[in-house]
């Protein structure tokens, strides 16, 4: 696929500290990567780039290489999240209806421990945007349900007894399959109110607003900034305790338990498998740790390594894609299995989303604990489960449960 490139002049300034950098966000196409109140706000739409199909991860690669070639860039700061960016969210499969997107966004406010800075961005020869630093408090309170989509409990509770029964014939080791929630919002909804809910209760996650995509994940697919880069693999789950005592017996069955040691292990090794070719070296800890988030423990794997080949952190997120922790393994028997499986098109979830800046580097997580909200208004919610040989349908119901909550209690 060729991209004609857009010229782009790019400017960035320090700014006074604003802490609230979700008040200055649109209401209807927010645009944000956050964490602890750290990170990057987007306003308006200075260039949009489409993708689909099983190139789309190359294909963006390739056009950002361009729009940053062509580029003017001012700026003083020149550090991380600085500069040209763009804000990404992926398809997770080939034959989705779902575009692929950039966003390079009008006007960017970063936040960095207190260090905060305006980027403009504009097509060269025009005029500047406005700089709309003033914070706008949230719209009126809406509180709507989300109601089983196109696959009911029971009819998930099929889909992993058949999933297990493939497994145990010997077609493949693990699948990850999801369930759907749906509702719709009030005309005129302000989105804001459901990302503010997100970054306030898992202050800890990646919390993202990307076309329509909000969400808040846990899961860093990879991090490249400055030829190292870094991932956090999740795989394993068990709901929180009630109480202190049950709440480290509940940490402490998942570290042992060998049904989520195995689903986790796969994970790790469709990382790592993905990484080796673009590293000098990798390393991973021995054994994984669990990971405490507000409803839920996972197991976690930290990988971290040296690029060696000149990838930008788009090229990455296209060897990675989707890894077992997502799909399952083998990844292409794992991806039909789910197509069969699976009566919807999951859109972006479990694709990657982030940002990418001119040099390549970027923050990614996968799209996890989120929903898609169409320009019409409709919400659609997902969560999955990793299926192995033990998995039991009951349970895995349960899990998805688990992972739903996020989304259900900010639109709820």
């Not at 927010?30 to 260039?47: C, F, S, V, Y």
């Not at 049950?246 to 990382?271: N, P, R």
């Not at 990844?331 to 499986?341: D, M, V, Y």
Request: proline share 6%; net charge negative; charged share 20%.
């Amino acid at each position: 696929m060729q991209v004609n490139a857009q010229a782009l002049t790019v400017e960035t300034t320090p700014i006074a500290d604003i802490r609230q950098l979700i008040l200055l966000l649109d209401t209807r196409a927010p645009l944000l990567w956050m964490r602890r109140n750290q990170g990057l706000a987007g306003i308006g739409t200075a260039l949009r780039l489409e993708f689909s199909g099983a190139t789309r991860l190359t294909d963006a690669a390739t056009a950002w290489r361009d729009v940053a070639a062509a580029a003017t860039v001012s700026d003083p700061i020149a550090s991380t999240g600085t500069g040209l960016l763009a804000f990404g969210a992926f398809a997770f499969d080939a034959s989705s209806a779902q575009t692929s997107v950039l966003i390079v966004p009008q006007v960017i406010i970063g936040r960095d421990n207190g260090r905060c800075w305006v980027t403009r961005i504009w097509p060269t020869g025009t005029t500047p945007p406005e700089i709309p630093l003033a914070l706008r408090p949230l719209g009126t309170e809406y509180r709507i349900s989300l109601l089983p989509g196109a696959l009911p409990p029971a009819g998930y509770r099929d889909a992993v007894g058949e999933a297990v029964s493939r497994i145990a014939s010997g077609d493949l080791n693990k699948v990850v399959l999801a369930r759907d929630l749906v509702g719709r919002l009030p005309t005129e909804s302000d989105l804001r109110r459901a990302v503010s809910e997100l970054a306030l209760g898992y202050p800890d996650c990646w919390t993202y607003a990307v076309d329509g995509l909000v969400g808040s994940s846990p899961e860093t697919l990879i991090r490249a900034d400055h030829g190292e880069v870094n991932a956090r693999v999740l795989a394993g789950t068990m709901s929180r305790g009630a109480d202190a005592a049950s709440d480290l017996e509940a940490a402490l069955q998942l570290a042992t338990s060998a049904k989520d040691g195995d689903e986790h292990a796969f994970a790790v090794q469709s990382v790592l498998a993905s990484l080796r070719p673009h590293t000098s070296h990798l390393t991973t800890s021995e054994i994984p740790f669990t990971l405490k988030l507000p409803n839920l423990w996972h197991l976690a794997t930290d990988v971290e390594g040296t690029l060696s080949d000149g990838s930008n952190s788009l090229d990455l997120i296209a060897a990675m894609h989707p890894t077992a922790a997502v799909a399952g393994t083998p990844t292409e028997t794992a991806l039909a299995l789910i197509r069969e499986l699976e009566p919807f098109d999951r859109g972006r979830y479990a694709g990657p989303v982030g940002w990418v800046g001119a040099d390549g580097d970027g923050e990614w997580a996968i799209a996890l604990r989120c929903a898609q909200v169409s320009p019409a208004g409709g919400v659609t919610a997902y969560a999955g489960c990793g299926i192995v040989l033990d998995s039991e349908p009951e349970r895995e119901l349960a899990e998805t449960r688990m992972k739903f909550r996020p989304v259900v209690e900010a639109f709820g």
